[in-house]
């Protein structure tokens, strides 16, 4: 972390929001998004055909919003691998994410495991942040956003809903998080 991101950080700013490199690429029309996680990500589970993953749906809100009404080049790289976790990930995210993303969404909240004790020293949760990390260090900066989801077919509440962990780490790290 440089001198002026601990100062950013410490004036409670977050850092991941706002990468430099975002508004210039919005201004010089072009816009890289990524979508990296598990089948979630790739489109398990949507309503009625894969193309209604959530990532399609973003895609399409992000060519109306920016790329219609405002001649961005919008592109949009799903690198989700059903069936994985984040160790997955931390290891190969340079097959996945194209290295001039300017906004990463990051899925695991179902495939990493998932340990009620201890939150945070466990091989999932010390991957995961790796991850994060090797993320926000990539040459373009990226902004990383965590997308957390319900286990619908999981009976156990603690297993089910949006694990508190990730949203935990995303506070620590100053990224957002969303559902």
């Known amino acids: 972390m440089t001198a002026g ?20 690429r919005l201004a010089a029309k072009r816009l890289t998004v990524a979508a990296v996680g598990a089948s979630i990500t790739a489109g398990a589970g949507a309503f009625d055909d894969v193309r209604d993953a959530w990532v399609d749906r973003l895609q399409t809100w992000l060519y109306d ?3 219609a ?20 990930m931390c290891a190969c995210f340079r097959r996945h994410v194209p290295q001039d993303a300017d906004v990463i969404f990051l899925e695991y909240a179902v495939n990493d ?14 991957s995961f942040e790796r991850l994060i990390r090797k993320l926000l260090q990539m040459p373009s900066r990226p902004a990383v956003v965590l ?26 790290l100053c990224l957002p998080s969303t559902v």
């Not at 991101?5 to 210039?24: C, I």
């Open 5 to 24: 991101q601990t100062r950013q950080a410490a004036a409670g700013a977050p850092l991941s929001l706002a990468p430099p490199g975002v508004p210039a």
């Open 147 to 172: 997308l957390n989801t319900y286990a619908w077919f999981n009976t156990d509440p603690y297993e089910a809903s949006a694990h508190p962990a990730p949203c935990s780490r995303a506070r620590c």
């Open 113 to 126: 495991e998932h340990r009620k004790e201890p939150l945070f020293h466990n091989s999932a949760r010390k």
């Open 65 to 67: 919003t920016y790329g």
């Open 69 to 88: 009404k405002h001649g961005v080049n919008v592109t949009v790289n799903n690198g989700a691998v059903p069936g994985t976790t984040s160790m997955y």
